[in-house]
């Protein structure tokens, strides 16, 4: 007989905005992401006998994002993810894992002749800052990162050497244009309780800004012989930056620039070292992954 080998349910694309305000200086913090939340637990019957007296609905689910953002802080979003979980577990005995992902939107601070505005933003490009979240009773997995920064250098970047055979028509080059859009993830050991969050909430926005400014700082400086290398480095320097992190994740789809040859033009030189002009490519790309762990 069939049965339900696994489960969770809940409500995902919750949109939520949330403003503080510092009365003394007048300064705003604004905060925007996107919550799912998906829970696990004793709900079997729901499916299988079409037991409603188990599902805590997933309107009832939204509401307590909202909720629950309104009375925690929700920087760093480690620390949102980790209120909002246990909530579940603590209210409803038959639930015993909570799924909470969140992505965070970057919205910077103007700046107006010189000085910061104390309540005007900008989006500030497509990058989000990424929380993966499981809160279960035997503790609370925390996966933090990075995406959708996207990044483009114009050269330092080679890629020769790799296997030639009866299927290979791409040429060897030792420059080349690299760009890709960092899709990167650090694991934390996992911490028993809420307080234990609490307790390290400092280290999560410190890690964030470590990794951020070790992705572009190695991608800008390194003269890479392939993204293979590159982000190996990138993520070694993520383990050192933060200690309390199990292992580091990157995928890097190579955003492809591909020289256009003008010859036929009046003899127009465009390629190799005269090339000026590119052509941007959508598909197909390579996709380049790696997940480093520590020793």
Not at 5 to 18: E, I, L, P
Not at 22 to 35: A, Q, S, W
Not at 117 to 139: C, K, L, N, Q
Request: charged residues 25%; hydrophobic residues 35%.
């Amino acid at each position: 007989m069939p049965f339900v080998s696994a489960a969770r349910y809940g409500k995902d694309n919750v949109r939520v905005y949330k403003v503080d305000r510092d009365e003394k200086t007048g300064i705003h913090t604004v905060t925007e992401m996107t919550v799912c939340c998906l829970l696990e637990g004793d709900i079997e019957t729901s499916y299988t006998v079409a037991d409603n007296s188990v599902v805590v609905a997933t309107d009832s689910i939204k509401n307590t994002i909202y909720i629950k953002a309104k009375e925690h802080p929700v920087n760093p979003p480690e620390l949102y993810a980790s209120y909002l979980g246990q909530h579940f577990l603590d209210t409803y005995k038959h639930i015993h894992v909570a799924n909470i992902n969140i992505s965070v939107k970057r919205w910077t601070r103007m700046v107006i002749d010189g000085k910061e505005h104390p309540h005007s933003f900008y989006r500030d490009g497509e990058e989000t800052r990424t929380v993966e979240a499981r809160i279960s009773r035997e503790g609370l997995e925390l996966k933090s990162g990075i995406a959708g920064l996207l990044v483009l250098k114009s050269t330092g970047s080679a890629f020769h050497g790799f296997v030639r055979d009866e299927f290979t028509t791409l040429p060897e080059t030792w420059d080349r244009i690299l760009s890709t859009e960092v899709d990167s993830t650090w694991k934390w050991n996992t911490l028993p309780s809420v307080a234990a969050v609490e307790e390290k909430k400092a280290q999560f926005d410190m890690a964030w800004q470590d990794a951020r400014k070790i992705t572009m700082k190695t991608f800008a400086e390194e003269d890479s012989p392939s993204v293979q290398a590159t982000m190996y480095k990138m993520a070694s320097q993520i383990l050192d930056a933060a200690p309390e992190t199990a292992k580091v994740t990157y995928a890097l789809p190579n955003k492809h620039y591909f020289e256009i040859d003008l010859s036929w033009h009046k003899g127009i030189k465009n390629t190799g070292k005269d090339a000026e002009v590119y052509a941007p490519q959508t598909n197909p790309n390579g996709l380049i992954k790696v997940e480093v762990s520590r020793s």
